[in-house]
Every structure is written in structure tokens, then in C-alpha cells.
């Protein structure tokens, strides 16, 4: 026995894409077989059944119906499978044996192109990663709005630095060479984020192919795309550039802009900052809500939602840049009416971005258009409302502002108004515009207009009175009377099928309009169809056009969203420095005082290279996390050009922003909440510079009382003496409080708090100065540990108190203080000896510290002397 044709060349295609389950188009369904079909069957729970293949036993089949078909490929993408569609290039009706087909589109996790699936206010991402040695080059692309961005980052010898750059993207795939792909610790971490990682090793180019496939993508030179000596960028590039022709299979036309940025083109916010901070989801749930994005997004459009996550991923470092934002928010602030009107307006504006992209696809349909029509028939509007700005932003998008009218006249002339979703059903093109298809419409019409009087006339002529007028596919239309009134049935009527209750028959006339409709309507759905794709290859011609337009709308939505929230909570405009100074008076945490139903205690800061460290003590809960998030989140809202909740904000440009808050085990690479602790805070000391702030909360408290305050105070030292970093350290180790004394630039900070008996009240308020006390038991009794635990907890702190007090008078550490000891006799064997006969365990931590400064000077001084 032998495989039927059909399923010989099923076979033939299939071996070509192993590794894709392989949707086998064949009339009105996708069919799956063999292994694909179990897999189908078992993860879309659909049914399985078997086809006759020439072989003995039948081959496993299940199926979908086509046009349903975005459904079930995007849940096999979902569970992590790559699906290869093949189609019929031929029309069955004219082709004699079996249809050509061929794969014409594969789909994985970043190249898929149904937008229903992707959350509208989100990019879908695709990251190619090339590292040689120590450098890499990094592209990412969303091909539902064509756009890419790339990067190249040389010398890198710290992964937690890749991992952050292509994490902020957010990646729902990857795709690299073997040398990254087998030697990254975090490919691991992705994959368990639900990203697909894979190895991929394109056809071996030359460095010119590279560089012709990028020109040819782009029509630009190297120079012009800015990319000169950017040898892993180009690499980055050419991969991705091939893996998207193997799976897309079309020109891809929308992808015609490329940004290329460098390390410092932006504000570095690691992961963790954009995490700690909640910029774009809250830590309890990672929804939106409780996030920066969920109180700053007003946006209207998709494309203005898609753009405010990019730039709150990338705030601006160009203090002109930023100006030209902030000032063109405030002019929106100014004009309510303006406002007003331009959110009217973007509330009739659909997805130009992603309607842009499915007219590449080839899979854009006659409603597509119609959106795309309803949306340019707002730009004049719009347009007309920009002419009175002012600001240099709203002047330049003005003048750059197309409102794509020979497009909109064109979709208007040849598009019908409420036209059929599918393209092969006809009723699409518009009456007046092609005289052929008015001549075939009206065929049609008057065909099926005689024939809905057929069965009034033949009633009247029979005088057979429950005479029908039918249709189907197989006899075409007929005239269908019971048997009980056969006797009446006229001779001209041609029988055509009998029926167990009634007959069937023909006219002569009936099949002369019957051919004649049918061709018509036939006719008719293929002209049309092909007049649709003339249509759509005319407006790809303007591709370029559209998606400017889409950018600009973009654009101003998110500037509108500014505004709106800026009026709405009372922000105020920041005054950007090229400086290293940061002053807010009476900021507010943007987030905490949208959820929280009482009024937001505000606070001040002055923070500059003069006085760059700020240590800041007091009870847990008192607001230490909040005032600090709060202080970044601002300067982030500056530095994006949003208006930002304080009275006043003058906000020296900030190149990084690095937070250390809270504490978790890293459970990808076994390592402890400790471990992870000082990762983070050896990654902060790496990279932070004199232009940068950081935010960190409790360092030290994953370990012992003395190691953590031993570490803290070493960080404080190393920052002060090292970096010059814009700092603000929360610490419950009072005793680095003195540090004050010891260092110029440090400035001890403490949060407010009022004692009424056993009780204390948060007063939410930071003032100058340390806090002496805390106040820990109080803390347990307001979280709500019983009463009679907190009283014991009251009696075992007083018994501790006056033991202290007790040692410290008999003896006690008089040898601690640096006078007391004498370090001129026998000075090593008195240092071996303070240490071995030092009590530790009865130690208060500043004590230790006391000590420790001791023994370091008496080391110093033996030092000096024996050299």
C-alpha cells in the first residue's frame, strides 16, 4: 500500500518544520496529523479522529476551522509550541489533482501578529542576543508596530547588567547565539518568566552580507543609521533580521526605523529599582494597580499606553529634551478647552500602529480599513487644535502632523461602510467605484429580485398555494411542492429531486437566472477581492506616512495624560538642572496618596554633592521606605517630563537610579536573602556614579546585629569616599548616627514620632537629626501581638537595660575608648589580648563600634612605627 498524494505532500512539508505543529490547510479547515494531531487534540481539547492515508491504519487527524483559527494557535503559542501554517496557493476549483501549498507564516511567542491576543497597551517583544567574549550586541523588535530598538555593550563582564537591559523590555522571546545561550545564568530566570529562550545560529554572512541586509532593510547607510563601527549591533541585527524572514515569509516593510541607543542615552533603573519602586506593577499583586504607570497612564489610545511604559522604562538625561515635554504639559495644564477637545478627538482614533502592521501581514480585512478611515478623520481636527500652541515640542509636531487625506479619500471612495469581515464573501467594495462591479452587483440583485417574485408569481399560476421557492449548494435554486399537490404540478417544471414528503423541480427560465446570478455573484466576490488587495498595496505605498502619524498621536495622548493627572493631583512643574542638587519641598509619594483615603503627610529634601548622604533612623512603619521611594519616583516623574506631587522641585539630572529595598531569596541560583542583600549592594557600588542616587533601606539587617552594622557603616564609608553619590540610607542602627560627626556630608534624618504613655503615633514627618530609641516593642503592639506578650517582651528589655548598666559600671569597657588604651607598651600583645578578654555579647553596638576604631588606630600606629 502507498500514502495517498495528499498525504505524501504533507509529509514532505512537514519534514521541513520538525519542530512546529504544522496547520494543514485543507478546504475550510486546518487539519493536524499524526503526532501534531494527538498534541492538538490533547492541549486544545478538541477532537480526534483519523483519515484514510493509503497505509493501513488511519492517520491520527484533528482540525480547526480557519476561521476560527487565531483562537487555537494562539493557545498552542501560550503553552509554549511553535505553529507553522500552511496554505493552498492554488484555488481547488481550478486545478486538477492535488493543490500546491507551502508554509506561508510560522508562529512563536515573539513574531506572533493577532493583536487580540496581546494586551493593546502592551509591546510584544522579540530580543536577539549576540555576545562574543565579552561584548554583546542587543536588538529588540515588536512586529505588530515595527519598532526596534538596538544596543551594543562591550567589555561586560557582569550578566546582571545584560539581564537588565533586555528585562526591561519585558521579552515574550529570545532568541541567541550558542555562546550566550549556553553560558548565561539568567537565560534560566527568563524561562521560568514565561519567555521562550532558544539557540538560534543563522546561515553563516559575511560581515558585508550583514551589512547589505541591514541597508536593504532600511535604505540608509551605516552612517546614517548610526552604526558605524557597531559590529555586534550589525550582527544583532542581521540574526534577527533572517529569523524574521524564515517565520514571517514577507517583505517587512513596517520595520523601517531603527533606534540605536547607547548605555547612557537614558536613565539606567535596573530591574530591581523598577521593581522595588512598583514603577510599572505593585509587589502585591503585580497588577497595575498600586503602580506609577496605574497613576500616571490617562493615555486614550493604545499606541499613547505603549509609549508612557517606554518612557517611564527610559527617562530622558537631556535636560532640553526633558524642557521640551514639561514645557509643552504645561500648556496643555493652561488650555482646558484645547484639552478638551484633543481628548474627543484621540477617543475616535484607533491602533494606526498595529493596523499599520496587519496591512504588511497581508491579514488586514475590509473593517481594518474602515478604522483606518474613522481615524484619519480626526487629524484635521486635531491638526487645527495644535495650531495654537506655542510650546517647541506641539510647534514641531504640528508641522510634521500629515492628515493622510489622499489616504482617507481613497478607503472612503472604495471601502463600503459596514462591509463583510470576510474577504472572500464579497459586499465589500463600494457602489461607484469600479463600473464592473456596480455592473455585476446589479446583476445579482435583479437575478435574486425575480426570483424573490418567482414564488409569489408560480403560486398564482399553479394555484399550488404552499409552493416554495428554495437553495442549496448541490441543485442550486428550485421549486419545491408537497406530494399532495404533485397533480397540479405543470408540465414545463423539470423534476430534480424527490423528497420523502414533497418533490422538486426546475425551470428552464429558473436555471437561465440561477447561471446568471451564480456567475455574477461569483465574479463579483473575485474582482472585489482583487480590487481590495490593489487597494491595500496602494495604501502600503503610504505605510511610512501612517505610521508617523500613529507616532505623533502617541505622543500627544501621553503629553495629554500629563496634564490630566497633573491637574487632577495637584503636581507642579520641576525646574531641571544640569547640577547635582535635588530640592523638593512638600513632595508627596504619587502612588500612597492616590490609594490612601486621609491626606499625604508631605515632606522636604536637600540633597547636593555638599551634603550627599542622608542617614535617616526611626521605628519600622514610621515612613522611612515611603519618603525614600517617594524622592526617586519624583525625579524619575521629572526626568520623563511629567509634572511631579510637591509645592516646589528643582531636580539635578539624575543618570541612575539604584534602589536596595526589602530582602528575598533567589531561589533560581540558591543563594540566601543575605547573599542576594550584598549582590545588590556590590552591583550598586559597581556602577553608581557622582551623578547618580541611591536609595537604601535597612543594608545589613540579613545578618547579625554586629556584622549588618559593621557592613552598613563600611558602605556609608565606601560611597562617601568613593562615589559622591546622592544618597539616602534608612538604617535601625542608631549608633551609625555618629557617622554625622566622622564624615563631612553626612546628615542624619529621622521620622517624627509622638509618645503618649506605652503608646507612640506616627507623625509621618522627617526632620534633622537621629533617632535615639526604636521603639520596637511599640511597633509589635500596634501590628497587633497580644497584650500579654508585649508586656513580657517590656520586662525582658528592662532586665537587659539594667544588666548593661550594671557591667558597664564594674568594669567595664574602660579599655574601649580609644585614650584608654595605651598603645605604645607591648602594643601587639595588648591587641591580642583586648581581643581575647573583650565580652561581645554584652557589647551595645555603638560600644563595638568604639572598639573596633580602637583597634584600628593602635594598628595603624604599629604599622607607622614598624615601617
Known amino acids: 500500500m502507498a500514502l495517498t498524494p495528499m498525504m505524501e505532500q504533507y509529509l514532505k512539508i512537514k519534514e521541513k518544520y520538525k519542530d512546529a505543529i504544522l496547520f494543514f490547510r485543507l478546504g475550510d479547515f486546518y487539519e493536524m496529523f499524526y503526532e501534531d494531531a494527538q498534541i492538538a487534540a ?52 481550478k486545478v486538477k489533482g492535488i493543490v500546491k501549498r507551502d508554509v506561508v507564516r510560522i508562529y512563536t511567542p515573539g513574531t506572533i501578529i493577532n493583536t487580540k491576543s496581546i494586551d493593546e497597551r502592551s509591546n510584544n517583544y522579540l530580543i536577539c542576543v549576540f555576545k562574543e567574549k565579552y561584548n554583546y550586541g542587543i536588538s529588540a523588535v515588536d512586529v505588530t508596530t515595527g519598532d526596534l530598538y538596538s544596543t551594543q555593550i562591550l567589555n561586560c563582564t557582569d550578566e546582571r547588567k545584560i539581564y ?12 541567541a547565539n550558542e555562546y550566550f545561550y549556553r553560558n548565561n545564568k539568567y537565560v534560566k530566570i527568563f524561562k521560568t518568566n514565561n519567555c521562550a529562550v532558544n539557540q538560534y545560529e543563522p546561515p553563516q554572512l559575511s560581515e558585508q552580507d550583514k551589512v547589505n541586509l541591514i541597508i ?7 552612517d546614517e543609521l548610526n552604526l558605524n563601527n ?44 523598577l521593581k522595588n519602586l512598583e514603577v510599572l506593577e505593585s509587589n502585591k499583586n503585580r497588577s497595575v494597580k498600586g503602580s506609577l504607570l496605574w497613576v500616571l497612564d490617562k493615555t486614550i489610545t493604545p499606541m499613547g499606553g505603549r509609549l508612557l511604559k517606554k518612557w517611564l522604562e527610559e527617562p530622558l538625561v537631556d535636560k532640553y529634551m ?42 488586514i480585512n475590509a473593517k481594518d480599513f474602515i478604522a483606518i478611515k474613522l481615524s484619519i478623520e480626526n487629524l484635521p481636527d486635531i491638526k487645527n487644535i495644535l495650531k495654537n500652541f506655542n510650546s517647541l515640542l506641539f510647534k514641531n509636531i504640528y508641522e510634521n502632523f500629515d492628515i493622510l487625506d489622499d489616504v482617507y479619500k481613497l478607503i472612503d471612495e472604495s471601502i463600503k461602510d459596514d462591509p463583510s469581515l470576510q474577504l472572500k464573501e464579497g459586499n465589500i467594495i463600494k457602489d461607484g467605484y469600479n463600473e464592473t462591479v456596480d455592473n455585476l452587483r446589479k446583476a445579482s440583485q435583479e437575478g435574486k429580485s425575480w426570483i424573490a417574485n418567482l414564488e409569489t408569481y408560480e403560486r398564482e399560476k399553479t394555484g399550488i398555494k404552499n409552493l416554495k421557492v428554495g437553495y442549496n449548494k448541490v441543485f442550486g435554486y428550485f421549486l419545491e411542492i408537497t406530494k399532495s399537490n404533485i397533480s397540479q404540478v405543470p408540465e414545463r417544471y423539470i423534476r430534480k429531486q424527490t423528497l420523502s414528503n414533497a418533490e422538486r423541480y426546475i425551470t428552464p427560465e429558473l436555471k437561465e437566472i440561477e447561471e446568471k446570478i451564480l ?46 493627572v497633573s491637574e487632577i493631583n495637584n503636581y507642579i512643574k520641576p525646574d531641571i538642572r544640569n547640577d ?67 509645592s516646589y522641585a528643582q531636580i539635578g539630572i539624575v543618570d541612575k537610579i539604584f534602589t536596595r529595598v526589602g530582602a528575598s531569596d533567589d531561589l533560581f541560583s540558591g543563594q540566601s536573602t543575605f547573599m542576594v542583600e550584598m549582590s545588590e549592594v556590590a552591583n550598586i557600588l559597581k556602577y553608581a556614579t557622582d551623578k547618580s542616587l541611591i536609595i537604601l533601606d535597612e543594608v545589613g539587617r540579613g545578618t547579625s546585629t554586629y556584622d549588618g552594622m559593621s557592613i552598613a557603616h563600611a558602605v556609608i564609608e565606601y560611597i562617601h569616599e568613593n562615589l559622591k553619590t546622592k544618597t539616602l540610607f534608612a538604617t535601625h542602627y542608631h549608633e551609625l548616627t555618629h557617622l554625622e560627626n566622622k564624615m563631612i556630608g553626612v546628615k542624619n534624618y529621622n521620622i517624627l514620632v509622638k509618645e503618649m504613655h506605652d503608646d507612640i503615633i506616627f507623625l509621618r514627618k522627617i526632620v534633622p537629626g537621629g533617632a535615639d530609641k526604636s521603639y520596637g516593642i511599640q511597633v509589635s503592639k500596634l501590628a497587633g501581638l497580644p497584650d500579654s506578650l508585649i508586656k513580657r517582651a517590656k520586662e525582658i528589655l528592662d532586665n537587659l537595660e539594667n544588666e548593661n548598666d550594671i557591667k558597664t559600671k564594674n568594669n567595664s569597657y574602660k579599655e574601649m575608648t580609644v585614650t584608654q588604651i595605651d598603645i605604645f607598651t607591648s602594643a601587639k600583645d595588648e591587641i591580642i589580648n583586648s581581643i581575647y578578654n573583650c565580652d561581645l555579647n554584652n557589647m551595645t553596638p555603638l560600644q563595638a563600634l568604639n572598639y573596633l576604631y580602637a583597634l584600628k588606630e593602635k594598628a595603624n600606629i604599629i604599622r607607622s612605627e614598624i615601617l
Open 519 to 564: 456567475g455574477a455573484e461569483e465574479k463579483l466576490i473575485e474582482l472585489e477581492y482583487n480590487i481590495f488587495n490593489d487597494i491595500r498595496e496602494k495604501i502600503e505605498l503610504q505605510l511610512i506616512r501612517i505610521q508617523n502619524t500613529a507616532k505623533n498621536i502617541a505622543l500627544i495622548d501621553v503629553l495629554l495624560s500629563f496634564a490630566e
Open 42 to 93: 490533547k492541549e486544545l481539547e478538541i477532537a480526534l479522529t483519523g483519515k484514510d492515508c493509503g497505509l493501513k491504519e488511519r492517520a491520527p487527524m484533528a482540525g480547526v476551522p480557519y476561521h476560527a483559527s487565531d483562537f487555537y494557535i494562539d493557545k498552542l503559542i501560550k503553552k509554549g509550541y511553535k505553529v507553522a501554517i500552511c496554505e493552498q496557493l492554488e484555488d481547488p476549483s
Open 580 to 646: 547635582d542638587t535635588i530640592i523638593i519641598k512638600d513632595g508627596r509619594h504619587p502612588v500612597i496618596e492616590s490609594i490612601l483615603e486621609d491626606s499625604f503627610v508631605s515632606n522636604d529634601i536637600k540633597i547636593d554633592s555638599n551634603e550627599p548622604i542622608m542617614i535617616i533612623t526611626g521605628p519600622n512603619m514610621a515612613g522611612k521606605s515611603t519618603y525614600m521611594r517617594q524622592v526617586a519616583l519624583i525625579v524619575l516623574m521629572a526626568q520623563i517630563g511629567c509634572f511631579v506631587p510637591a
Open 230 to 273: 557597531k559590529k555586534y549591533t550589525i550582527t544583532s541585527l542581521a540574526m534577527l533580521f533572517n529569523y524574521l524572514k524564515e517565520l514571517q515569509k514577507v517583505p517587512l516593510k513596517h520595520i523601517n526605523k531603527l533606534s540605536f541607543y547607547e548605555d547612557n542615552s537614558y536613565m539606567v533603573i535596573d530591574s530591581n529599582s
Open 322 to 363: 526633558i524642557d521640551l515635554r514639561l514645557d509643552a504639559v504645561e500648556e496643555l495644564l493652561k488650555d482646558f478647552k484645547s484639552r478638551s477637545l484633543l481628548k474627543s478627538s484621540l477617543n475616535k482614533i484607533y491602533d494606526l500602529e498595529r493596523l499599520s502592521s496587519k496591512i504588511v501581514y497581508q491579514n
Open 216 to 222: 536593504n532593510q532600511f535604505n540608509k547607510n551605516l
Open 164 to 175: 537588565d537591559e533586555i528585562a526591561k523590555y519585558k521579552p515574550s522571546e529570545i532568541i
